[in-house]
């Protein structure tokens, strides 16, 4: 069972809900959070920039195809990422921004692609990232504190976030769609923490302990929280970081995830352990291996 979680009694410290984060971190790898600092209005908002986005021309989104660039940064068209090599590419479009520090010459702090249209998309998305990329950084402080560390431990490590927001479109499954066909397949997220909001179209699934598959929904104003592999190698196992996928189905489907991973020279290694493990070079081989431009540019 994934477990419900009130948010703000979460954040105000509230020893049940402390004790459900815990649980659904060690051993479900999933959380959904209601009463929330992000507004149902701003959430709205920024789905429906992004669905006025997606129903572009083509030949308008390729004014910011990541496919010429050596980054995730702008629109990714369908088949345009392979999270799992032994299915097919993923059926999705993407729209990619995040943290901008291109005087690094680092590929995760790459500068953003906007479209002109919509007019106000570039306002709207850099509203939301603001607010998620806040509400992301509490959250890692309270499941810091539920797993036994110190409430402060992740915050001075985000203050150059490799913070990648992402709006994912999903059509509808087509007919001639295979096993093999997914619009995104089964994969651990590579990073820290996940939170995702969507237009309340179910689709995601989580494999559970036994090998089945549950379907996770939140409602317009409520999120669903995973954990990626960084943060499973960072707390030495005490967060785990679950499989999960979207098949498709006879309904278009909009979600924003926003992929929460720390500055790129954190030591990620299991705390305590002394060794040392970049975050940007663990982030940047998984990236690597997904995008299909970064792949051929790798080969």
């Not at 999933?30 to 021309?57: C, D, G, M």
């Not at 913070?163 to 995104?184: H, T, V």
Request: aromatic content about 10%; charged content about 25%.
């Amino acid at each position: 069972m994934i477990p419900r979680i009130d948010a703000k009694a979460l954040l105000a410290g509230d020893n049940r809900q402390i004790e459900a984060v815990r649980l659904g971190a060690s051993e479900v790898g999933f959380l959904t959070l209601y009463n929330t600092p992000i507004s149902v209005e701003q959430l709205r908002k920024t789905i429906a920039a992004y669905r006025v986005f997606f129903t572009l021309q083509a030949s308008q989104k390729a004014e910011v195809d990541m496919t010429r660039t050596t980054a995730s940064r702008g629109w990714g068209g369908m088949r345009s990422e392979q999270v799992d090599p032994q299915a097919n590419p993923d059926y999705k479009q993407v729209f990619d921004c995040g943290f901008e520090a291109p005087e690094t010459g680092l590929s995760a702090y790459a500068p953003n692609l906007w479209p002109e249209r919509p007019a106000a998309f570039r306002d709207i998305v850099e509203s939301y990232y603001d607010s998620a990329c806040a509400f992301a950084l509490e959250l890692l402080g309270a499941i810091a504190g539920a797993i036994g560390e110190d409430v402060q431990y992740f915050a001075d490590k985000f203050d150059r976030p490799m913070a990648l927001l992402r709006g994912n479109y999903y059509p509808k499954r087509p007919e001639w769609a295979g096993e093999k066909d997914f619009g995104i397949a089964s994969h651990t997220d590579y990073g820290c923490l996940t939170l995702l909001a969507s237009d309340g179209i179910p689709g995601l699934e989580v494999r559970t302990r036994d090998g089945g598959w549950v379907a996770v929904n939140a409602e317009i104003g409520e999120f669903v929280l995973n954990f990626g592999e960084m943060l499973e190698m960072w707390t030495a196992g005490r967060v785990l970081a679950t499989p999960h996928r979207v098949i498709g189905s006879n309904e278009e489907r909009i979600s924003i995830p926003l992929f929460f991973n720390p500055n790129h020279d954190t030591n990620v290694a299991p705390i305590g352990s002394g060794r040392t493990i970049s975050a940007v070079d663990h982030l940047q081989k998984r990236f690597d291996e997904t995008y299909i431009h970064l792949q051929k540019r790798a080969v």
